[in-house]
């Protein structure tokens, strides 16, 4: 489980790189050609973003929004078939809020489903969609 781990991890932070750099081209190498998309009402004009094409679509949009933030990983988690991504969101380098990203992988290791929430670990520990941390642990 350890190198599988570490591939989460590695999916996560090129997956948040290619984020901050707005670089849809590194988006799109990490995703499934099918990838089903959901950002937050945040970084996206629609609730859900489709394929390869769709992550070009919201690429442009997030562009053409003007907004300058960035997301900072703060930590990546192991689920069975994927990853959770705990993150947070900055704005001229200052927090402003918790947020996350449930991912779910294919069996060739590309993002095929992914769900982006502002919100915390504790709160998706909570409703199940992760672990709690001693759980993670073990």
Same mark, same amino acid.
């Given at each position: 489980?350890?190198?599988?781990?570490?591939?989460?991890?590695?999916? %996560?932070?090129?997956?948040?790189? %290619?984020?901050?750099?707005?670089?849809?081209?590194?988006?799109?190498?990490?995703?499934?050609?099918?990838? #089903?998309?959901?950002?937050?009402?945040?970084?996206?004009?629609?609730?859900?973003?489709?394929?390869?094409?769709?992550?070009?679509?919201?690429?442009? #949009?997030?562009?053409?929004?003007?907004?300058?933030?960035?997301?900072?990983?703060?930590?990546?988690?192991?689920?069975?078939?994927?990853?959770?991504?705990?993150? #947070?969101?900055?704005?001229?380098?200052?927090?402003?809020?918790?947020?996350?990203?449930?991912?779910?992988?294919?069996?060739?290791?590309?993002?095929? #489903?992914?769900?982006?929430?502002?919100?915390?670990?504790?709160?998706? %520990?909570?409703?199940?969609?992760?672990?709690?941390? *001693?759980? *993670?642990?073990?």
């Amino acid at each position: 489980m350890a190198s599988s781990q570490v591939s989460f991890e590695l999916i %996560a932070r090129r997956f948040v790189d %290619a984020f901050n750099q707005r670089d849809a081209d590194g988006l799109i190498a990490l995703s499934d050609p099918a990838i #089903e998309f959901h950002p937050t009402t945040l970084v996206g004009k629609r609730q859900r973003y489709d394929g390869h094409e769709g992550l070009r679509r919201w690429v442009a #949009e997030l562009n053409a929004s003007g907004l300058g933030h960035q997301v900072r990983v703060r930590e990546v988690r192991p689920r069975e078939d994927g990853f959770v991504l705990l993150s #947070e969101v900055l704005l001229d380098g200052k927090l402003v809020t918790p947020s996350a990203m449930v991912a779910r992988l294919s069996a060739e290791h590309a993002i095929a #489903e992914a769900h982006a929430f502002l919100t915390d670990a504790e709160l998706l %520990a909570h409703v199940g969609v992760m672990p709690n941390d *001693s759980s *993670s642990n073990a």
